[in-house]
């Protein structure tokens, strides 16, 4: 049975079977490394959230001061004051879309290519696709800004979407290795069926990636929402400025105020956490519920 | 039936086979003629007396690599198809079909181009719309011819198979990436490769000279030796010894040879010290050899560290738990901080004397053990420079490595598991035994991706130790801001990538990330 095959209910190794006496020390030794983890992933995210509201004069305090005290939340409304940052979420909002669009279109179609398709030369061109990935970045930055000050695209939205809508190697790279996990049977028997190539892409193939998927949307979403560089070549006018860009306002050459660049980086963090949570229900399980529709 | 007719249509029809393979061959031939224009201007420019490194440059500016080996395949591609094309070859016939369709594109997308620089630019009307009128004749003429062979397929003879049909269908959704990835990675390597073989400087005036000086640069870069040092020997022939006990060797550039000197080599460790002799390791250019060790050391541990505890974090995420939804999305969290943001944040928290909440914790827990109190400069110190990158990084990434492998977990089916449960493997088992093996493709992914990424690595450097020490992405950014050597900046890019092509072919060779 088809469903059965590729059904994956929600389980792990940590706690989804029921427990026996050895299994309670398994969640101990879990829930412990798993405290130490998480607390190490939290403490510096505690220190931002901290020094956001902290006072200047505790700022630099020794020892360190680790509750501040008085708490002081108006760097956040001040963040809207000083510069225009409801304009500068609007504005990566809008890139941060389109790229996903960009991306969830073509990636999945060349991913689709080299994972499922069998044509001469496609060793060769994955190879020279991958090899891409092996260039640093500075390398490719000038010749870049020539190509797409010589289109005209400078200080417009265009450098920072359009090449989204031709796949990025890396995405593609990921969605390929998970395309070719699905059995090829199922391909097979839809072909019997009579389904078009395109037919077995669109029915089959997407619906069964849709934890890829996620990936893909997800990956472009953080990507796109704290790339900084581009941005700052591309974009001259500060009402066109992103997010990242914007929070450069806050360290000046000289100093950085910690408050502002704080508050700022928080509140750009909520965005992806919102995602995250959205994106963790589809991330899991994403394959059992398809499968068992189909 | 009526014979005039059928005639008139055969006749008709040839034409049209004449017309299209025509074009082809016209195309095909000019891919060549541009191939080999290039090569007799180059061979005229060297009878005319020029020497050969000027000839070789003039040659790789003009036409560059890629671009050559593109003409020289599409020409012979098209010429071969052209001729196909004239036997009826229904195959052929398709695949003429596909470069039509594509030729069509490419010239409306030059045409709508065309017309907006045209509106752009207000010239005088005519001349500004003279380039899209062509476009839009060149544009009809093509979607004609393809249309043509659309409707007088069955003119053609032999099948196409089902595999070749596939394979048409693959090319249709590649090439528009392979295109974008010529003009954007691979055009710009080229030039960086080019560049490298030169002195050229960066932002210097246009008629500044070029030179072409062969792999000088990447000698310079790469020189490194190893020589055997004899201590100095007091009166009675023993070697000397200062107050400390240590034997006194004299400085390499005194006692080596004098390409030593004239080549400008510096010590930069002793490997192996026995009696009187030591082994000394030196090189041309120190920093960028250390970069090489810096960034290999962070690349290493980090991806290690990372990859063990992104397995951890992702069958976590993947295993259910109270309060799990909330756990998930704040384990990604210090992947969502911009990268710039947070190694501001964590230089704070690095901060050499107390004030820096790592020293502080440290010293907490030195009082509570009743130990003395002493505070680790941890950005000052060489060694401890890279652990305070591999814990940003490692802090950082990890939960993008868990993301990954998370997708992964998704395709290994439970019923294995179950099946395992019955036949009373342990968690730990069923771990090594199953789940490591069956996450294999992923992990490799997982793997390459961070290991190019790491090796490339360059925001974290450049933020917390700027030019204190170096990896090589920041050296490589350093040689051209600071120096403005762009010939030798360009020779460390290309070092980059084929450091980073072996970990690679490494990778693939090792996990099996066959491109099959």
């Known amino acids: 049975m088809l469903a059965n095959r590729i059904a994956r209910p929600e389980s792990g190794a940590l706690g989804s079977a029921p427990l026996g006496k050895n299994r309670v020390w398994h969640n101990v030794f879990g829930y412990g490394a798993l405290l130490i983890v998480a607390a190490a992933l939290m403490l510096p995210l505690y220190w931002m959230v901290s020094t956001a509201v902290k006072s200047p004069a505790q700022m630099f305090e020794i020892p360190p001061a680790w509750i501040p005290n008085p708490v002081d939340f108006s760097s956040f409304p001040k963040v809207f004051q000083e510069v225009p940052f409801g304009r500068f979420l609007v504005n990566t909002i809008i890139i941060v879309a389109l790229n996903i669009v960009g991306h969830l279109v073509s990636v999945t179609l060349i991913a689709y290519g080299f994972a499922r398709l069998r044509f001469p030369g496609r060793s060769v061109l994955f190879l020279i696709m991958l090899s891409t990935l092996m260039i640093p970045y500075h390398v490719t930055l000038v010749p870049r800004f020539i190509l797409f ?55 089959i193939i997407l619906p069964l990636s849709r934890p890829a998927l996620m990936l893909v949307i997800v990956f472009t979403f953080v990507g796109t929402w704290n790339d900084f560089l581009q941005p700052l070549i591309y974009l001259n006018d500060p009402n066109m400025f992103t997010v990242s ?50 | 039936m009526d014979y005039s007719s059928t005639a008139r249509a055969r006749t008709s029809i040839s034409t049209q086979v004449y017309l299209i393979a025509g074009l082809m061959l016209l195309l095909g031939v000019g891919a060549l003629w541009l191939f080999v224009t290039g090569i007799t201007d180059a061979l005229m420019h060297r009878a005319a007396g020029a020497d050969f490194g000027a000839v070789l440059l003039r040659y790789l500016h003009v036409n560059g690599i890629i671009l050559p080996l593109i003409e020289l395949g599409l020409g012979l591609y098209l010429i071969r198809l052209a001729a196909r094309f004239l036997r009826r070859d229904l195959r052929a016939a398709m695949w003429v079909r596909q470069l039509l369709l594509w030729g069509v ?57 089902l595999a070749e049909s596939s394979a048409r269908f693959a090319w249709n959704l590649l090439v528009p990436t392979l295109l974008v990835l010529v003009f954007v990675a691979l055009r710009p390597l080229e030039k960086t490769f080019i560049a490298s073989l030169t002195d050229q400087r960066f932002a210097a005036g246009a008629d500044a000279e070029v030179n072409f000086v062969g792999f000088d640069n990447y000698a310079k870069l790469l020189g490194v030796r190893w020589d055997l040092v004899q201590c100095t020997t007091d009166d009675t022939g023993a070697c000397a010894v200062d107050e400390s006990g240590a034997t006194v060797f004299p400085r390499a550039r005194d006692v080596l040879d004098e390409t030593y000197r004239d080549l400008r080599y510096r010590e930069i460790s002793t490997w192996l010290t026995l009696g009187g002799t030591k082994l000394i390791f030196s090189a041309r250019d120190t920093n960028f050899i250390g970069s090489i060790g810096n960034t290999l050391m962070f690349t290493v541990v980090s991806v290690t560290i990372e990859l063990i505890l992104g397995i951890f974090i992702a069958m976590v995420i993947n295993s259910k738990f109270p309060g799990r939804g909330l756990m998930r999305a704040a384990m990604l969290v210090p992947w969502a901080i911009p990268t710039v943001v947070s190694a501001k944040l964590w230089t704070v928290i690095l901060r050499d004397n107390s004030s820096g909440i790592l020293n502080a914790g440290i010293n907490l827990i030195q009082r509570t053990l009743g130990l003395p109190e002493e505070s680790i400069a941890w950005l000052a110190r060489p060694e401890t420079q890279i652990i305070a990158m591999i814990a940003i990084d490692v802090w950082k990434t990890t939960p993008f490595m868990a993301l990954i492998l998370l997708a992964g977990l998704q395709t290994i089916p439970a019923d294995i598991y179950e099946a395992a449960d019955v036949d009373g493997a342990n968690r730990i088992t069923q771990f090594l035994r199953l789940t490591i093996p069956l996450l294999r493709p992923t992990i490799a992914v997982a793997l390459v991706f961070r290991t190019l990424d790491a090796v490339r690595v360059f925001d974290v450097f450049q933020v917390v130790l700027a030019q204190k020490q170096y990896s090589m992405a920041t050296y490589n950014y350093y040689t051209l801001t600071n120096s403005q050597q762009l010939g030798y900046a360009s020779a460390v890019g290309v070092v980059i990538f084929v450091i980073i092509l072996l970990f690679t072919v490494a990778y693939v060779r090792i996990l099996g990330v066959s491109a099959e």
């Open chain 2, 105 to 161: 594109v490419a010239s409306t997308v030059f045409v709508v181009q065309a017309l907006g620089s045209a509106l752009a630019t207000q010239m005088a009307a005519t001349e500004a719309y003279m380039i899209p009128v062509i476009g839009v004749i060149l544009a009809l003429t093509l979607t004609y011819a393809y249309l043509w062979i659309g409707s007088n397929i069955e003119k053609f003879e032999g099948q196409e198979t």
């Open chain 1, 149 to 203: 000050s010589k289109l005209g695209w400078i200080n417009t939205y265009l450098p920072l979407t359009v090449p989204a809508f031709t796949g990025s190697a890396f995405l593609i790279f990921l969605v390929r290795q998970y395309m070719m996990s699905i059995p090829f049977d199922l391909d097979e028997a839809a072909y019997i069926d009579g389904a078009s190539r395109f037919g077995v892409f669109w029915r």
């Open chain 1, 245 to 294: 860009l914007g929070l450069s306002f806050f360290q000046g050459a000289r100093e950085t105020n910690w408050n502002l660049l704080m508050a700022g980086s928080l509140l750009a963090t909520i965005p992806p956490l919102i995602l995250f949570f959205i994106a963790q229900r589809q991330l899991i399980g994403g394959i059992s519920i398809e499968g068992l529709k189909g």
